[in-house]
């Protein structure tokens, strides 16, 4: 079946950049997302990307996509405290919430 | 525009007690509800999904049950809690297909702690 893995935690300084990695075993994903889960929070869905893109960029966030080697990874510009949350990846090979598969997220955590 | 409620945010249950999740969408019509339980340390789990009035789906075979009495409308039960019950509990909405809406969005979460 379908996996999705994460390392389980990440610290950076703030005003560094953050790079959360994520590594999926389906090649047939064709959606793959990113969710940020604040403290006591629900998911809010930061972006995602089609699986014929290799690179998406909104604002202080780049999603690149190496579909040959099966790697996500996000990366956030300019770390702030308020970045500090739990970041999810997540693929759907048809797009469908059905579909969806989770990664175990990262926990970020953005040091002054 | 959408809105998503869920509640309550934190719940803390005897074993053995019933459980009543409620979770209504706000800005739209006929979507597709879900319900995700997030265990500690680990990614979510779909429980139940529902594309219509008072169709379910169960994604596994578990302790809990759903309902969707309304169109906007998704609760998550049980008659007798387990201590494995006790997580994060997600609802999350989503348009039909076609209509625009891949992106899945979610409530604020249900903590529900079974003691």
């Known amino acids: 079946g379908e996996d999705v893995e994460q390392s389980l935690f990440l610290s950076v300084r703030e005003g560094d950049s953050s790079v959360i990695n994520c590594t999926y075993t389906?090649?047939?994903?064709?959606?793959l997302y990113w969710y940020k889960q604040e403290p006591g929070a629900g998911l809010q869905l930061l972006t995602y990307?089609?699986?014929?893109?290799d690179m998406k960029q909104d604002q202080r966030l780049t999603v690149l996509l190496n579909k040959k080697d099966k790697h996500l990874s996000l990366r956030i510009a300019d770390t702030q405290t308020g970045d500090s949350a739990i970041y999810f990846c997540?693929?759907?090979?048809?797009?469908?919430?059905?579909?969806?598969?989770f990664g175990s997220g990262t926990q970020l955590t953005v040091l002054p | 525009s959408q809105t998503i409620h869920q509640w309550p945010a934190t719940l803390v249950q005897p074993v053995g007690s019933p459980l009543s999740l409620e979770c209504t969408v706000e800005?739209?019509?006929?979507?597709?509800l879900y319900w995700y339980r997030q265990a500690a340390g680990r990614g979510l789990q779909l429980l139940f999904y529902s594309v219509g009035i008072g169709q379910i789906s169960s994604e596994v075979p578990q302790n809990l049950s759903a309902s969707r009495p309304q169109d906007r409308q998704f609760i998550l039960s049980s008659k007798k809690l387990l201590l494995s019950d006790s997580g994060f509990y997600l609802c999350?909405?989503?348009?039909?297909?076609?209509?625009?809406?891949?992106?899945?969005?979610f409530g604020s979460g249900t903590q529900l702690s079974v003691l």
């Open positions: 999350a909405w989503r348009g039909k297909p076609g209509q625009g809406e891949e992106k899945l969005f």
């Open positions: 997540a693929e759907s090979l048809d797009g469908s919430a059905r579909q969806l598969t």
């Open positions: 389906d090649s047939s994903s064709t959606y």
């Open positions: 990307i089609f699986s014929n893109m």
């Open positions: 800005g739209t019509s006929n979507p597709n």
